[in-house]
């Protein structure tokens, strides 16, 4: 098997606590040599500040690649497009452009009204720079908001034809949805590299939770598995090895490069990197 090409998603810490488990996790993933990594913005751009401060953290102590999230919530162009290019004057020049998600209460997306209105017209406004690698979301299961599978297929077109370099898709749980999408998206014309998105599970109940939000089909086999691994006390284990099969399946199909969603939590992540024959990077240092 293709050892392959490994990025990791962090999310900025909002207490001393989670700071110190953001770092944490930093330090323990850096060594295996990821391709990148990309740090989160909170729902309704509630994090704008601390993201900010954690891409600049994490790509001038670690010498990691960061890709920073944008989102067109709750601001203006101007604004946005300041954020980005104070990113590119430091050397980020990686941007996950994403429309955002709404403040929590809000019955959907409202743009600013002097904000981009979705992430189109963000990836037209960062690709007219020529400043960034422009990195997007993808959905292999139908979207919340999307009617079908064909739409999720026809927006991701319409970004890559706004600009964008590459993309990264939302979790799944089966090979197949990523294959069937992968297939759909060749057949529109895309050709720009789609990264599976992959999570490992550290708590079930939060994940179906989020995964049924958004629109994330989860097989009946799996919450069997997991709620008897539960009761077993057997979750880290049943979570490690599902995760490291689904990515060898994915590797086995021609998958080159996997995107993982750490929520800063980096012992699942690691042990599948560990499966997967991923070992940290040594640096040899001068010995007196």
């Known amino acids: 098997m293709k050892t392959p090409n490994i990025s990791f998603e962090f999310f900025p810490p909002q207490s001393l606590d989670a700071s110190f488990r953001l770092w944490e996790t930093v330090r323990e993933l850096a060594p295996l040599d990821p ?23 994490i790509h ?25 290019k104070d990113y590119a004057k430091t050397g980020v020049t990686d ?8 403040p929590k209460g809000a019955a959907g997306f409202v743009p600013h009204e002097d904000g981009f209105s979705s992430s189109v017209e963000l ?39 706004a600009g ?6 939302q979790f799944f749980f089966e090979d197949d949805t990523f294959f069937r999408f992968r297939d759909k998206c060749e057949k529109a014309g895309i050709d720009v590299p789609i990264i599976p998105g992959i999570l490992p599970i550290e708590n079930w109940k939060g994940v179906r939770k989020f995964a049924e939000r958004c629109g994330t089909e989860i097989p009946n086999w799996l ?66």
Request: charged letters at 25%; glycine letters at 6%.
């Open 123 to 161: 990836i037209e406004a960062l690709a007219e720079t020529g400043d960034f690698n422009i990195r997007v979301g993808a959905y292999p299961d139908p979207h919340p908001e999307s009617a079908d599978l064909d739409a999720n297929v026809a927006w991701l077109k319409r970004k890559v034809d």
């Open 164 to 169: 964008a370099n590459s993309a990264i898709t």
């Open 35 to 57: 391709s990148f990594v990309s740090v989160t913005y909170g729902a309704g751009g509630t994090t704008r500040e601390l993201t900010h401060d954690a891409v600049q953290t």
């Open 95 to 102: 941007i996950v452009a994403l429309r955002g998600d709404p």
């Open 223 to 288: 919450n069997d598995a997991f709620e008897k691994a539960v009761r077993d006390g057997r979750e880290d284990l049943l979570a490690t090895a599902l995760c490291s099969e689904l990515c060898t399946d994915l590797i086995d199909g021609g998958v080159e490069d996997l995107h993982f969603y750490t929520l800063n939590n980096p012992a699942l992540t690691r042990d599948v990197a560990r499966a997967l024959g991923i070992t940290p990077r040594v640096v040899l240092q001068d010995v007196a």
């Open 60 to 84: 001038k102590h670690y010498g990691l690649n960061v890709a920073a999230h944008l989102t067109c919530v709750d601001a203006s162009r101007e604004d946005t497009l300041a954020i980005a």
